[in-house]
């Protein structure tokens, strides 16, 4: 069974940071209503919503690496 380390931190109201083994992220809203966005150290930016019920929503872009001609 491999280990795995995971940690968050709440830095402010509403602002927290998740470190992991390999990268490390931000995450802001996510109060009782509005977004939740996450910004992480790889490049990946995700914006979720929880809605009604058993339903949630989430989008989630990563950067592409663009081929040098």
């Not at 509403?14 to 790889?42: A, D, F, Q, Y």
């Not at 809605?51 to 989630?60: A, D, E, S, V």
């Amino acid at each position: 069974m491999p280990l795995t380390f995971r940690k968050s931190f709440r830095i402010l109201p509403g602002v927290r940071l998740n470190l992991n083994r390999r990268s490390w992220s931000i995450t802001t809203g996510g109060g009782s209503h509005g977004p939740k966005h996450t910004t992480s150290s790889t490049g990946r930016r995700t914006t979720s919503q929880n809605l009604p019920g058993p339903f949630g929503w989430r989008k989630t872009t990563t950067k592409t690496k663009r081929r040098g001609h």
